[in-house]
């Protein structure tokens, strides 16, 4: 018979001083611009790793991991697009959100084109930077307060030089199939990488996003919106 010994677990208590001196070590690191876009790299790959891990673990293929210029990341990986797995796969990072909360107020938002209006005012406009045919190498909604949400961007895209969009060749990394229901509350699109197809939608006004599946997209865009959705039109700034 065998008896296993115990043994002592030693605890970690942080003191105060710890604990504040690493308060002001990230809000340090918040406040200086250079050292912050360090800082959000480190961050972002330690979220990415989250995504990562638990995504083999519920076993799923890991695929890839992708840095973006913007410091953003996407982590890439092959299995069931439904269940536990990719459920704890989500989970184990946080929602997206590319944008900022945007409420239209008592107005009620019209979509023409690739503009959202309120009472004949533009609010909003999608832009599509890079643009192919019928896809985009960045994917973005503007706002009339000046803020842009990026929704899309192929990894070497770099928002303070639109230019970039079209710098490299490839037959991924795009965005397309835009539309966006009537009531400006959901904007769909593709995108297409080497990963594969994935259809994404973005809520206008909470600034939030999510991969779904196509056939969430079809059940509201011909039942819930009885086909009133807009077909956006692809705007590039630096062509159009």
Not at 134 to 142: F, K, T
Request: proline share 5%; aromatic share 10%; with cysteine.
């Amino acid at each position: 018979m065998v008896v296993a010994e115990s043994v002592p677990v030693q605890g970690f208590d942080p003191s105060s001083g710890l604990v504040v001196a690493t308060g002001l070590a990230a809000l340090f690191a918040v406040l200086v611009d250079g050292l912050w876009r360090w800082a959000r790299g480190v961050v972002t790959i330690v979220h990415e790793a989250g995504h990562a891990t638990v995504a083999v673990l519920t076993g799923r293929r890991l695929t890839g991991i992708r840095l973006h210029y913007d410091t953003s990341g996407l982590t890439l990986s092959a299995g069931r697009p439904t269940g536990p797995g990719m459920a704890f796969t989500l989970l184990a990072g946080c929602a997206s959100r590319p944008g900022r909360v945007h409420q239209f107020g008592a107005c009620k938002p019209v979509v023409q084109g690739r503009e959202i209006l309120c009472n004949g005012s533009l609010v909003a406009a999608v832009e599509c930077h890079g643009r192919a045919d019928s896809s985009c190498r960045a994917l973005a909604i503007r706002y009339h307060d000046g803020n842009v949400a990026w929704l899309y961007q192929a990894p070497w895209f770099n928002p303070d030089r639109p230019e970039s969009a079209l710098e490299r060749l490839s037959a991924y990394d795009w965005a397309s199939d835009v539309e966006m229901t009537s009531d400006a509350l959901y904007l769909w699109y593709r995108t297409d990488d080497e990963a594969g197809t994935r259809w994404i939608e973005y809520d206008v006004q909470m600034g939030m996003q999510r991969p779904v599946e196509r056939f969430r997209i079809v059940e509201l865009r011909d039942i819930r919106y009885r086909g009133d959705v807009v077909q956006v039109p692809l705007f590039d700034p630096m062509r159009d």
